[in-house]
């Protein structure tokens, strides 16, 4: 025989403090498993995304894989263009990270700043322009994430102001997008113009746009053969997936920090249920002298629980949505967008019902293992 719902449900209106304190445990944990799965995602897809499987990219050897610190010729995408079969399209870039102050600030902010050409365009097709033009000398363009990457109100990186940095003035005249990677935050120039503003002949890297990616082993055999140009071939898979190497300890140190977040609110959650069962010793025997058994107590228990428990899981939901809308994470020279996905949603709700379950095992299992006739003696 079960106990019906509406004797679960009537309960939580009985103690409602502990009902607020066990529901807004719940909502604590939901949040932040939104949060840190959001970060984490956010971080892995956007390194991830970034690769192309038909794009790689020339850089100095002596560079170890560092784009900023890489130093290769300039007419490198001629002679790639000439030397290699199956190559549609190099872009020299120069890559580097700089002081900049937006319109109406008095102080300098890091920001990183990319030299291209109008063949970077070809190359890097998730780059999508969502409002202005394409910038002349003197002109940039900025990503959609570049005012959080330099901490900055979205407002100072606008279309018509002006962004200083390396002693000139520079009208932003265009925003773009390029979901899932991390151009987004961004500021691009024109390639030349720059050159002459930092005095250097030479570019950061090549990033070259094959016709299929079995060609890479032509364009790495170049780069072995030109022993001259002291060069490194590598896929952008390969380059994304060792940044997103480097940057696994922040992972991991934010799932442990939601992990001792949870636990925190898991015992608090249980301390709560063990409390509020123990009231009700005397309750809960008079229902197994009545007839009900130990499993639909128990049944009842966790369905009160579960009720409190989705309800603040709920309601973490729609705190973490809410606070995370349009939320960005500004990240060494680069930035990502919080991605509140189905997959952060279903962790978050998931630790909130995890919760309901295990903060009242303990409290029902002691008791039931009560014998009736003492649980009907309890004050």
């Known amino acids: 025989m079960s106990l019906p719902f509406d004797y679960a449900a009537r309960n939580l209106g009985r103690r409602r403090l502990r009902t607020l304190l066990t529901a807004g445990s719940a909502a604590l944990v939901a949040a932040l498993l939104v949060a840190t799965t959001a970060f984490v995602r956010g971080m892995s897809n956007t390194f991830s995304g970034a690769a192309q499987d038909d794009v790689a990219l020339l850089l100095s050897s002596a560079a170890e894989g560092d784009i900023v610190r890489s130093a290769v010729r300039a007419d ?8 290699v079969a199956g190559v549609l399209v190099a872009s020299g870039e120069v890559h580097m990270a700089t002081n900049m102050q937006p319109e109406g600030r008095t102080e300098s902010l890091p920001g990183f700043v990319r030299g291209v050409t109008p063949a970077a365009y070809s190359v890097h097709d998730a780059v999508t322009l969502v409002s202005g033009r394409l910038p ?5 363009i900025v990503g959609r994430l570049a005012a959080a990457q330099m901490g900055v109100e979205a407002r100072e990186l606008a279309v018509g102001n002006t962004l200083t940095f390396e002693g000139a003035a520079f009208e932003i005249v265009g925003e773009f997008v390029a979901p899932g990677t991390t151009l987004e935050g961004e500021v691009w120039t024109p390639l030349a113009p720059l050159r002459g503003l930092v005095q250097r002949d030479d570019d950061s890297v090549v990033f070259v746009k094959l016709d299929s990616p079995e060609r890479y082993a032509l364009l790495d055999y170049f780069a072995n053969r030109r022993i001259d140009l002291e060069l490194t071939a590598m896929p952008t898979s390969e380059y994304y997936r060792e940044l997103t190497q480097y940057f696994e300890p922040i992972r991991k140190m934010a799932w442990l ?14 301390n709560t249920m063990a409390a509020a069962v123990q009231d009700r010793v005397r309750e809960l ?29 709920v309601l973490g939901l729609v705190l973490a949505r809410l606070a995370l809308a349009d939320g960005a994470v500004s990240l060494a020279m680069s930035a990502f967008a919080l991605e509140v996905d189905a997959v952060a949603v279903l962790i978050g709700f998931g630790g909130a019902l995890a919760l309901g379950v295990l903060g009242v095992v303990p409290a029902a299992w002691r008791a039931l293992r009560m014998p009736v006739a003492l649980a009907l003696k309890e004050d």
């Open 136 to 140: 002349g000398p003197g002109e940039v």
């Open 285 to 313: 025997g008079a229902l197994r002298a009545l007839g009900f058994g130990g499993g639909a107590v128990a049944r009842s228990l966790a369905l009160e629980s579960m009720l409190i428990c989705s309800t603040g899981g």
């Open 76 to 83: 490198l995408p001629q002679l790639v263009e000439a030397d």
């Open 257 to 270: 920090l939601a992990s001792l977040i949870a636990a925190a609110a898991l015992f608090g959650g249980a």
